[in-house]
């Protein structure tokens, strides 16, 4: 399975972004597909899960009512959707895919290259 992130940029405070996370290969064996972050200095963390049916979402408590991740069923991409950003949210997001619904990032299968958000005060 491969996975290419896309749609990091620099925003301002207040400011939303919408990341994209296109996989591709052996899809079907995939059941999670998945975004954290990795803060300068800081450890990856969970951001939010999607089931590939789209079934069943799932956003980091830090996240919730700012973030919204989505899929469709018949598409292999899953979307992440970041409104009223702030500068803690600066990080490099990456997707995952798994078998699981996790926010441990040692549980995941597959990582895409990661994309720059920067949100700038």
């Known amino acids: 399975v491969q996975l290419q992130a896309s749609g990091g940029g620099l925003v301002q405070t207040g400011g939303s972004l919408k990341l994209s996370c296109a996989a591709s290969g052996r899809t079907s064996t995939i059941y999670t597909l998945s975004w954290f972050r990795e803060p300068p200095g800081k450890a990856r963390e969970f951001v939010a899960a999607?089931?590939?049916?789209?079934?069943?979402?799932s956003v980091a408590e830090s996240a919730q009512g700012r973030f919204t991740i989505t899929k469709e069923k018949d598409e292999n991409t899953v979307y992440l959707q970041m409104n009223s950003l702030v500068p803690e949210d600066t990080a490099i997001y990456y997707c995952?895919?798994?078998?699981?619904?996790?926010?441990?990032?040692?549980?995941?299968?597959?990582w895409g290259q990661g994309t720059l958000v920067t949100v700038s005060s």
């Open positions: 999607a089931t590939t049916s789209g079934g069943y979402t």
């Open positions: 995952a895919a798994g078998w699981e619904v996790t926010s441990t990032p040692g549980r995941y299968n597959y």
